[in-house]
């Protein structure tokens, strides 16, 4: 059994009422004392605890509850060997809760004597340099106020360094190209919700493992890039707060609303943002004022909503008016493909330019659910061109989709796809746009397949939008787990005509591919002419 005043007292606040917790810090705290605090080879390091909050409150501000709990678990160690406990540590919370300022204070003791660790490097990285400098410059501002800290350390406009420890720390972009091979002790990620996948992390942290009680840390608010690397790293956190996943190094400290309903309740804001629990500090008043004239502006401008419950309750929320569905209605399509064998189908066809992607999938109908069986082809020249900040390769390697290296997508591709496709489930009928269709129209009338065409593809978007938006709200699509559905899903923008029209657009037409959704449209257009509510039947059943 260990304990750690800083760690007593946050948690008797829970308890005692005198703060309010979301589900997931609630989880933590349950976690760590049903798993972490009944240990007893580990210890508290209190000194250095000790240490670092007197540095923190010195040189830049007095730290929350909430600060010091976290940096308790910084300077958790094994007795074995007085390694670091916990590697990894995500702090996500909504803007303003004081990431940036804590990181700053804990980066800069890390180089100083007090942490004592010789060359304990450090790289903070973010999306661009303004960001990343964030820190930086409130450190080198803190050491330029002060003539002690003057003497302690040596600091240029890209580099900070601890005299004692020959500690550097150092701001860069991420721009995983950008990295300069310091042996670093310490990487601190910024701004992980721009993340789009594990390219960054992946080449900063190949530099760790080489200083004594390496550590990385993930801050942010929560963004819009949906099965990129925060939604990962959300995913890993849960199985750790649900006891899936004990062995696991990370500490994940989030800070969040529970639900969209409390924005309303200005009392559960703190869930979101701890410097919201009382007393608060002068700055916190501040803020708080400034987050409820954003509330109140709401009525009056409603389209900032999405930012607000975003970036101000760490509850990323979808406008419905502008999307297909929610993420989470979306995520609900990952079910398992039921047994699809002896039931009609209607093939689906789409591909914007046979230079880029194209997109086949079949469509049945499985009582009252609706289920996508796709694939998709994209030519390499296109991705060496436009870098997609998505893991193709890894989709390819999974099945998702083929790579081709070839001047454009031959026709030959689709149309193979389609007829081992009829071998299985016997597809006859396929359905595509006028346009793209004219394209392999010979090529699979030849193999026999009958074509439907459609002849304004925006039009039949308005007829099926009400249709679509049910399908995703009451969970009667099944694509199976296929993330790259799920891509091509989430990049669909809904764009409301003046007469009250919908039509399915891309967020980016470059970047944001949707052809695979575009082609599941076309299917449905057709679905209910084709699909047959096909039943399972036994010889039993049948009267020879």
């Given at each position: ?83 670091v406990f916990y590697e990894q540590f995500l702090i996500m919370m909504a803007r303003g809760g004081g990431k940036n300022g804590f990181i700053s ?78 042996r670093d002790g310490c990487v601190i990620y910024d701004e992980i919700h721009r993340y789009e996948n594990f390219d960054v992390v992946n080449v ?309 591919k949707t052809d695979g959704f575009q082609a599941f449209i076309h299917a449905l257009w057709q679905a209910d002419n084709i699909l047959e509510e ?11």
């Amino acid at each position: 059994m260990i304990s750690n005043r800083h760690v007593d007292e946050y948690i008797k606040l829970y308890e005692t009422g005198k703060i309010k917790l979301n589900k997931e810090r609630i989880m933590l705290i349950e976690y760590l004392q049903e798993h972490v605090l009944i240990r007893d080879d580990i210890y508290f390091d209190d000194e250095m605890i000790e240490n670092f909050i007197k540095f923190a409150e010195k040189w830049y501000f007095p730290l929350q509850p909430f600060q010091k709990f976290i940096a308790a678990f910084v300077f958790l160690f094994y007795e074995e060997d007085d390694s670091v406990f916990y590697e990894q540590f995500l702090i996500m919370m909504a803007r303003g809760g004081g990431k940036n300022g804590f990181i700053s204070a804990l980066s800069h003791f890390f180089i100083s004597p007090l942490h004592g660790i010789q060359r304990y490097n450090i790289s903070i990285v973010a999306n661009n340099e303004k960001q990343a400098k964030v820190s930086f410059r409130e450190i080198y501002e803190t050491i330029e106020s002060h003539d002690l800290l003057e003497d302690m350390f040596y600091r240029t406009k890209v580099e900070i360094h601890g005299n004692d420890t020959k500690s550097v720390l150092q701001y860069h972009t991420s721009n995983a190209g950008s990295k300069d091979g310091l042996r670093d002790g310490c990487v601190i990620y910024d701004e992980i919700h721009r993340y789009e996948n594990f390219d960054v992390v992946n080449v900063f942290s190949s530099g760790l493992g080489k200083v004594p009680n390496a550590r990385e840390f993930f801050i942010g608010t929560d963004g819009y890039v949906r099965e990129g690397f925060l939604d990962k790293m959300k995913e890993r956190a849960m199985n750790i707060l649900e006891g899936k996943d004990l062995d696991d190094p990370l500490f994940p400290f989030i800070c969040k609303i529970d639900d969209p309903k409390e924005v309303d309740d200005t009392e559960q804001w703190e869930k979101a943002n701890p410097m919201f629990s009382n007393p608060m500090s002068t700055y916190a008043r501040g803020l708080f004022k400034k987050v409820l004239t954003q509330f109140k502006q709401l009525a009056n401008n409603p389209s900032n909503r999405e930012e607000f419950m975003t970036k101000r309750m760490n509850l990323p929320e979808i406008d419905l008016a502008k999307a297909v569905a929610s993420w989470d209605d979306i995520m609900a399509t990952n079910r398992t493909f039921p047994d699809l064998s002896h039931r009609t189908c209607v093939g689906g066809l789409d591909f914007a330019s046979i230079k880029d992607f194209a997109a086949v999938g079949l469509l049945f109908k499985v009582g009252e659910d609706y289920v996508w069986k796709s694939h998709s082809f994209v030519r390499k020249g296109f991705l060496d061109t436009v870098k997609l900040k998505v893991p193709i390769k890894k989709w390819e390697e999974d099945g998702f989709l083929s790579i081709v290296d070839e001047p454009v997508i031959d026709i030959r591709h689709i149309v193979n796809w389609f007829v081992e496709m009829r071998e299985i489930y016997g597809l006859t009928t396929i359905v595509a746009d006028t346009f793209r269709l004219d394209l392999v129209k010979t090529a699979l009338e030849a193999e026999g397949f009958t074509l439907l065409y459609i002849r304004n593809p925006k039009a039949i978007h308005s007829l099926l939008a009400p249709r679509v938006e049910t399908m995703f709200a009451k969970h009667n699509l099944i694509f199976d787990d296929n993330p790259l559905m799920r891509w091509y899903t989430n990049n669909v923008y809904v764009h409301i005509k003046k007469d009250g029209n919908k039509e399915y657009l891309k967020k980016d037409e470059f970047r944001r591919k949707t052809d695979g959704f575009q082609a599941f449209i076309h299917a449905l257009w057709q679905a209910d002419n084709i699909l047959e509510e096909d039943v399972d039947f036994f010889l039993g059943d049948i009267d020879f």
